[in-house]
């Protein structure tokens, strides 16, 4: 069952195009990843998911429900939730209080659920008071993922969650993400470091100068040669 | 002079109430800086001034003077309302006016620009429904309480003091613990993630303006009760208001406080060498010197 | 004579709509070339006016010495008084450059009417300076005794016409020449016209100066029409925000308009004085000339919400994540 279309999305910034007609499909209970070098239009294509960035032309559905351009105040209660690659926290708030603006469209008692996102990460139990701001960058990483977790979302965007971590903490984060994965949570990320990429998920795009290059399972892109020679290092 | 210093900190507490408005637009509501502030002050004075001095004359036990105080409840009463309708003045002029520009993606220096013509139309109406005359809250002599050390206060400014506080105290505890104060803190650190955590920041945008107005009125009022009201009573704290938030640092609410107080003990204190008429001067020099040696201000950052 | 009676006040009119041109025109070079947001004009207006005043007059001796102080009177003709009004200004405007430019633009513009209210009060205070509240009086007037008092106007008017037309030929030149293109191009965006910061300064400096000149030979032009000053005149509606509303109508950035939007602001406020006094009934009469502040805010709204062209208007907002 499909939880996200990506049709022939074109988008970019002011007059410059990034994505040139891009189309990506997530089934439910996936992980996808999209994987590529800098500037292929990864995290643009992230923004025009979530309605950060409006679609010059093409459309992106919801479940069958057209989610095009809508603003992302209302993308959120429909049961998406994105983590930003930088400035995904909120520095001067405390680990506490970032925790609970993630969920700031329920009304209801939030605290078991933060609770619950301690229980995930439980290094951030120590910081609860501290502000944001005072993180390293692996415990940032972990706040942002918990905050976009508060809302129990059925698909989770990442935008390249390993960003400026060292390998064990690369690791650590990626387990969290296959762990929400095999309860039932899709995941939809992007990143640079291809490997860990195609380790952690089922389906991969591969994205290059805002197209799409190739696709298929994550083990065969694994085990294929050009894409190793490509984007692996080998 | 110490008497100069008491009499600084009174004043530098009503430019707190102010700068702490200030503060809260200039961080949420798109990095503007609203050059009405002042007339929303001044706004906030005359509405008082009309609930209590032309709606409850008529209502004897309001206009008895409580206490030591030169007023009544009904200018206490009187509060509510103006603070309100200062509120829905400044919520009003955004949806109106700021709204449609941050929609066409207006730089802060144009809203700027627009609130100055806010401020002269405002002061505009006011010119014209009260006139240029001075107006007084109460009328009568104004007692003193003599306190240690030869200083001289009246009860009115305990009670400034206690007000202008009590609020800066309670914006700290909504800003602090509720829901909808911890969104406006994280509007203001990040609003792009904001919108992403599902906050409306046109949402907050309205609380910033109706909490600014709020305090503003109150602002307004507490220096009428010090002093009088007249039309260019909010227009003359624009300077100290500004110079306050420049000391403090740009963006603390912290450093406004501080730098009001500083300002308003500069202020009273330079009355000792120089003219009082010479306040606005004080300010900028003060100012300046700050941005050239500390151009973040004692609190700053970013 | 019907006509005479028109004559007479289209040429008051145009008198000051042309030197409130060229106080456009300077604000013109500030803020349309250079993105200056310079909220003391009024403080470059009494400069001008006060500085002309003290140039042209002879200090009072004998029994007018008691009515009348100022510290110096050089009994110098018109042109000497204009120019030095140029050069005092152009003077304060360094001073207040060295003080301002460093802050973040609406730092400046409060800081800016800081200066002029200061400004201002000192002439009030000071009353050894040039009187005090009282001002100065008796301004000399230039070549008044070509023509019979009745027809003085219009030779004034031709005097301010000629600083307004070669002014703004001098600008025009200016904007073209490669010092204009690198002011448009600071206020374009700072970041990219250069990477040295000092020179952006200087660069903001002279457009500062330059502007606060022009201003300057405004205030003595408007001295002499006059012929008399106080320091209650340089107020911020009538000797700054006026002629920001003035430069708003006509569209910034452009010479011509700066000049029109003065003419087409100051028949509005002919238009108000005129309401003022005949519509209003008398018992609001007092009152009545406060519509004004509404008027200038309200055109400052207005105008900057319709059209916002020439202004530093669209920002383009990348998000940030």
Known sequence: ?234 | MLELLVYGIILGSIIALGAIGITIISRVASRMSNFAHGDFMTFGAYIALVVNGTLLSGVAFLQQKVGPLTFGLGLLLALVPAAILTALLAIGIDQWVYRPLRARRAAPILMSMVSMGIAFAVRGVIYIIWGADFHFYFSGIRRMIFLPMGIKIRPDEIFIMVVAWGLVALTYLFLGRTRTGKALRAVADNPDLARVAGISTERMIVWAWGISGGLAAIAGILYGVETQLRPEMGWGFLLPLFAAVTLGGIGSMEGALVGALVMGIAQQVSTAFLLPTYKPAVAFIIMVLVLLVKPEGIFGRR | MQIQGLLSFLTSFAIMAAIYGIFSLGLNVQWGYTGLLNFGIAGFFAIGAYTSALITTAKPTGVLADYVTQAVGFNQPFLVGVVGAAIASGLMAALIGLLTLRLREDYLAISTIGISETIRIFFNNERWLANGPEGLVGLPKPLHDLVPPMYYNFIYLIIVLTFLVLIYIALQRGIRSPWGRVLRAIREDEIMTSANGKDIFRFKMQSLIVGAMIMGIGGALYAHYAGAIQPGLFTPLFGTFIIWAMLTVGGTGNNRGAVLGAFLVWALWSWSTFFILRVVPASFQTRAPFIRYILIGLVLVVVLLKRPRGFIGEETHVSKL
């Open chain 1, 1 to 234: 069952m499909s939880i996200l279309r990506v049709e022939n999305v074109v988008s970019g910034y002011g007059s410059m195009e990034v994505l040139h007609g891009l189309s990506v499909e997530v089934d439910e209970g996936q992980a996808v990843a999209v994987i590529g070098p800098n500037g292929a239009g990864k995290t643009t294509l992230l923004r025009t998911i979530f309605g950060v960035v409006n679609p010059w032309k093409g459309k992106v559905y919801f479940r069958d429900e057209d989610i095009t351009g809508l603003p992302p105040e209302r993308i959120v209660k429909m049961g998406l939730s994105y983590v930003p690659q930088e400035h995904n926290i909120f520095p001067t708030l405390t680990v506490q209080e970032n925790l609970e603006m993630g969920a700031f469209v329920r009304e209801d008692d939030i605290r078991p659920r933060v609770e619950e996102i301690y229980a995930l990460f439980p290094d951030l139990t120590d910081r609860r008071t501290s502000p944001a701001g005072d993180l390293s960058g692996g415990m940032r990483q972990m706040l942002a993922i918990g905050r976009a977790l508060m809302l129990n979302p059925q698909l989770l965007l990442l935008d390249e969650p390993s960003t400026g971590l060292a390998p064990f903490l690369v690791d650590a984060i990626f387990d969290r993400i296959e762990e929400l994965n095999a309860q039932g949570m899709t995941i939809f990320l992007v990143e640079q470091n291809a490997h860990r990429a195609l380790q952690s998920s089922d389906q991969v795009y591969v994205l290059e100068g805002g197209e799409k290059k190739a696709e298929g399972s994550s083990q065969e892109m694994l085990a294929d040669e050009e894409i190793g020679r490509l984007y692996l290092g080998r």
